[in-house]
T-cell receptor, first 113, second 110 residues
Framework: DAKTTQPPSMDCAEGRAANLPCNHS???????VYWYRQIHSQGPQYIIH???NNETNEMASLIITEDRKSSTLILPHATLRDTAVYYC??????????????FGQGTTLQVKP | AAGVIQSPRHLIKEKRETATLKCYPI?????VYWYQQGPGQDPQFLIS???????DKGSIPDRFSAQQFSDYHSELNMSSLELGDSALYFC?????????FGPGTRLTVL
């Protein structure tokens, strides 16, 4: 699986958009970009994933660059409950038995009042 | 919606004892994953099962073993416990893509 690079920490004001970057310059053509987050000591929570098109769901938007070497997770209106460690993970998708997640350092997002 | 269930939620053991952690996946999920998260560390993959067969293995100590049963629940067995085994143990289940994690079992080895 490709490695990812994320800033160790970021701050965001409550109600503003949080933009979390991730570099994955060695991503392969069949690898997806996944985002998970972990709120203190809870189980990691799936947020969103994508291959090459931008994706949006009720939680967030995922913007992937055309060359697929980087992506940005956008939380449109951050709340205090979004304070967590955010992990960008690259992996092959579509087959249950190849899906282990390799967690890197992640970005600690602190949402401030 | 049903979630992944893990039991027990907390477990305290002495060194050299054994421990068994249980995981009940979301109904119809065919794959179970186990992760270990030490204090201040990121989750680390241990082992996974697909349709009751081991599908992948990470940095799981030889003292640990796991299996997935006919009802798809999984158990992680840990023997000769060491102080360094103190951690959060997460189970996740999936069907094809995103993994859904349980609340974890916090194991403390004294």
């Amino acid at each position: 699986d490709a490695k990812t690079t994320q800033p160790p920490s970021m701050d965001c004001a409550e109600g503003r958009a949080a933009n979390l970057p991730c570099n994955h310059s060695t991503i392969s053509g069949n690898e997806y970009v996944y985002w998970y987050r972990q709120i203190h000591s809870q189980g990691p929570q799936y947020i969103i994933h994508g291959l090459k098109n931008n994706e949006t769901n009720e939680m967030a938007s995922l913007i992937i660059t055309e060359d697929r070497k980087s992506s940005t997770l956008i939380l449109p209106h951050a709340t205090l409950r979004d304070t967590a460690v955010y992990y960008c993970i690259v992996r092959v998708a579509g087959s249950s038995n190849t899906g282990k997640l390799i967690f890197g350092q992640g970005t600690t997002l602190q949402v401030k009042p | 919606a049903a979630g992944v269930i893990q039991s027990p939620r907390h477990l305290i053991k002495e060194k050299r004892e054994t421990a068994t952690l249980k995981c009940y996946p979301i109904p119809r999920h065919d794959t179970v994953y186990w992760y270990q998260q030490g204090p201040g560390q990121d989750p680390q993959f241990l082992i996974s099962f697909y349709e009751k067969m081991q599908s992948d293995k990470g940095s799981i100590p030889d003292r640990f073993s796991a299996q997935q049963f006919s009802d798809y629940h999984s158990e992680l067995n840990m023997s000769s416990l060491e102080l360094g085994d103190s951690a959060l143990y997460f189970c996740a289940s999936s069907y094809r893509n995103e993994q859904f994690f349980g609340p974890g079992t916090r194991l403390t080895v004294l």
